[in-house]
């Protein structure tokens, strides 16, 4: 059994800041569950340019507001808590934080390593290394 609280994964080098988001990686590849875990806040009047092309993504909105545009179409939806989202398509998006931070549980697939950030195309790269 894997147990970890939020506060502790805080303040060790899972918790991973840029300029427009921090994201503590609680469950990772070397975890060996097949899909990582992520408690991510997007920071307020942000916008993020993002594009899993090697991931899928599910995002649910705990706190917070903001709201996120599908390029292929340009529809926006709201995110407000208690809002899922899933990236089934390696959907190319912007992310846009509101008036407050959103405070978000995110699953990866495949599993993160745990250092990644956005390319210059807003992609994470694949981690092909076999965990273990």
Do not use: Q
């Not at 009047?45 to 292929?72: A, F, P, Q, R």
């Not at 599993?111 to 950030?117: A, F, I, R, W």
């Amino acid at each position: 059994m894997i147990v970890r609280t939020l506060k502790d994964c805080e303040a060790s080098d899972r918790r991973v800041k840029s300029d427009n988001w921090e994201s503590t990686r609680m469950l990772l590849k070397d975890d060996n569950m097949g899909f990582s875990f992520h408690i991510t806040t997007i920071y307020a009047g942000t916008t993020t340019h993002i594009w899993y092309k090697n991931h899928l993504e599910s995002v649910y909105c705990m706190s917070g507001d903001g709201e996120i545009e599908t390029i292929s179409d340009g529809k926006v939806y709201k995110i407000e808590p208690g809002v899922l989202y899933i990236l089934d398509k390696n959907d190319e998006h912007w992310l846009r934080g509101g008036k407050t931070d959103m405070k978000m549980a995110c699953v990866f697939n495949p599993p993160l390593s745990g250092k990644e950030v956005h390319d210059k195309d807003g992609v994470y790269p694949v981690d092909d290394s076999v965990s273990g």
